[in-house]
C-alpha cells in the first residue's frame, strides 16, 4: 500500500570499507566513555586501525570496549570522499591532503544520510504529492557530494538540512495520516512523543501504530512485542532499548545504526532493507 517498487536504490549509501582510507577510524573524534574504551582526537588514527585501513580488533569491539564504532554508519561516505572526491590518492601516502580529507568526511556523512531519508521518503506511494519536491531536492543533494573538497567544505549544512527536514516531515504526515484510517482490529489514535524522555520505559506491547518518536529518547526502554508499524523513528535513540519481538514492518526513518545501538531478537519485525543485528540473541 505505502512502498513503490520503482524507487531508486540505495545501494551508493551503504558502507564499502575496502574502498575507504578508514576514515571514521581516524578522521572523527571520540572519548572514553561506555562506547569507546579510549580517548581519540580528530584526525589521530585510531591505535586499532592497520597500514591496510583495516581494523584489528573488528571481530571483537564490543567485547575490547568499542561498542561505538559498531553503531556507526558513514552511509557511503568513506568511499565516496576516499574514491572520487580525492581521486583514490591516499592520506598517509600524500599527508598534505589529509586535513582537508578529514574536514570533508563529516559532511559528506550528513549529505549521505540526507539522500537515505530522502531516497526513503521517495520510495512512498503515499507521498506521490510531493514526489517532484524529493527529486528536486535528491538531485540537489547529489550535485553537493559530487563538489570538490574545498567547496564541500563552504556547504552551508545547517541550510540545505533545514529544507530537507521540511520535506521529512511532509512524508511522516502523509504516511500517518494515512495509518489512523486503516480499518483493523486496533484503535488508531494519533500518538505524538516527538522528543519525548522515554528513557527506561516500559512500552512493552505497546501501540505505537504511525507513533510521531522523531528524536525520542527510548535509552534502555522495553519495547518488547510493541507495534511500531508505520511509526517516524527519525533520529530516535534506542541505545540498550529492548525491541525484542517488536513489529517494525512500515516504519519510517529507521537506519541500521539505531538497531545496532538497541537489544532485539529473531522475531523482530524489520523493514527489508535492514538487517538483524549480529549480536542480537537468536
Given at each position: 500500500?505505502?512502498?513503490?517498487?520503482?524507487?531508486?536504490?540505495?545501494?551508493?549509501?551503504?558502507?564499502?570499507?575496502?574502498?575507504?582510507?578508514?576514515l571514521?577510524?581516524?578522521?572523527?573524534?571520540?572519548?572514553?566513555?561506555?562506547?569507546?574504551?579510549?580517548?581519540?582526537?580528530?584526525?589521530?588514527?585510531?591505535?586499532?586501525?592497520?597500514?591496510d585501513?583495516?581494523?584489528?580488533?573488528?571481530?571483537?569491539?564490543?567485547?575490547?570496549?568499542?561498542?561505538?564504532?559498531?553503531v556507526?554508519?558513514c552511509?557511503?561516505a568513506?568511499?565516496?570522499?576516499?574514491?572520487?572526491t580525492?581521486?583514490?590518492?591516499?592520506?598517509?601516502?600524500?599527508?598534505?591532503?589529509?586535513?582537508?580529507?578529514?574536514?570533508?568526511?563529516?559532511?559528506?556523512?550528513?549529505?549521505?544520510?540526507?539522500?537515505?531519508y530522502?531516497?526513503?521518503?521517495?520510495?512512498?506511494?503515499?507521498?506521490?504529492?510531493?514526489?517532484?519536491?524529493?527529486n528536486?531536492?535528491?538531485?540537489?543533494?547529489?550535485q553537493?557530494?559530487?563538489?570538490?573538497?574545498?567547496?564541500?567544505i563552504?556547504?552551508?549544512?545547517?541550510?540545505?538540512?533545514?529544507?530537507v527536514?521540511?520535506?521529512?516531515?511532509?512524508?511522516?504526515?502523509?504516511?500517518?495520516?494515512?495509518?489512523?484510517?486503516l480499518?483493523?482490529?486496533?484503535?488508531?489514535?494519533?500518538?505524538?512523543?516527538?522528543?519525548?524522555?522515554?528513557?527506561g520505559?516500559?512500552?512493552?506491547?505497546?501501540?505505537?501504530?504511525?507513533?510521531?518518536?522523531?528524536?525520542?529518547?527510548?535509552?534502555?526502554?522495553?519495547?518488547?512485542?510493541?507495534?511500531?508499524r508505520?511509526?517516524?523513528?527519525?533520529?530516535?535513540?534506542?541505545?540498550?532499548?529492548?525491541?525484542?519481538?517488536?513489529?517494525?514492518?512500515g516504519s519510517?526513518?529507521l537506519?541500521?545504526?539505531?538497531?545496532?545501538?538497541?537489544?532485539?531478537?529473531v522475531?523482530?519485525?524489520?523493514p527489508?532493507?535492514?538487517?538483524?543485528?549480529?549480536?542480537?540473541?537468536?
Amino acid at each position: 500500500m505505502f512502498i513503490n517498487s520503482d524507487y531508486p536504490k540505495r545501494e551508493n549509501l551503504q558502507a564499502d570499507c575496502e574502498n575507504c582510507f578508514g576514515l571514521c577510524c581516524t578522521a572523527l573524534p571520540f572519548a572514553a566513555s561506555a562506547d569507546f574504551a579510549i580517548d581519540k582526537e580528530a584526525g589521530k588514527p585510531c591505535p586499532n586501525l592497520q597500514a591496510d585501513f583495516r581494523c584489528n580488533i573488528h571481530k571483537s569491539l564490543r567485547q575490547k570496549g568499542f561498542k561505538g564504532c559498531t553503531v556507526f554508519d558513514c552511509f557511503g561516505a568513506g568511499q565516496k570522499v576516499s574514491q572520487l572526491t580525492f581521486e583514490g590518492i591516499d592520506w598517509r601516502e600524500s599527508p598534505e591532503i589529509a586535513k582537508n580529507m578529514f574536514q570533508v568526511f563529516p559532511i559528506m556523512q550528513q549529505l549521505h544520510e540526507m539522500l537515505w531519508y530522502l531516497t526513503e521518503a521517495l520510495a512512498l506511494k503515499v507521498t506521490h504529492s510531493i514526489h517532484k519536491e524529493l527529486n528536486i531536492t535528491i538531485d540537489k543533494t547529489k550535485q553537493l557530494t559530487m563538489l570538490d573538497a574545498n567547496s564541500l567544505i563552504e556547504i552551508d549544512i545547517p541550510s540545505h538540512r533545514a529544507n530537507v527536514n521540511s520535506l521529512l516531515l511532509q512524508t511522516s504526515e502523509l504516511v500517518r495520516k494515512e495509518v489512523l484510517q486503516l480499518k483493523d482490529s486496533k484503535k488508531r489514535t494519533k500518538i505524538d512523543h516527538r522528543g519525548a524522555d522515554l528513557m527506561g520505559a516500559n512500552l512493552r506491547g505497546a501501540n505505537l501504530i504511525g507513533a510521531n518518536l522523531r528524536g525520542a529518547f527510548l535509552i534502555a526502554a522495553d519495547l518488547r512485542n510493541a507495534d511500531l508499524r508505520f511509526a517516524d523513528l527519525i533520529g530516535t535513540d534506542f541505545r540498550d532499548a529492548n525491541l525484542s519481538g517488536a513489529d517494525f514492518t512500515g516504519s519510517i526513518f529507521l537506519t541500521q545504526v539505531q538497531l545496532n545501538s538497541a537489544k532485539g531478537d529473531v522475531h523482530t519485525k524489520l523493514p527489508s532493507v535492514l538487517t538483524i543485528p549480529t549480536h542480537w540473541s537468536v
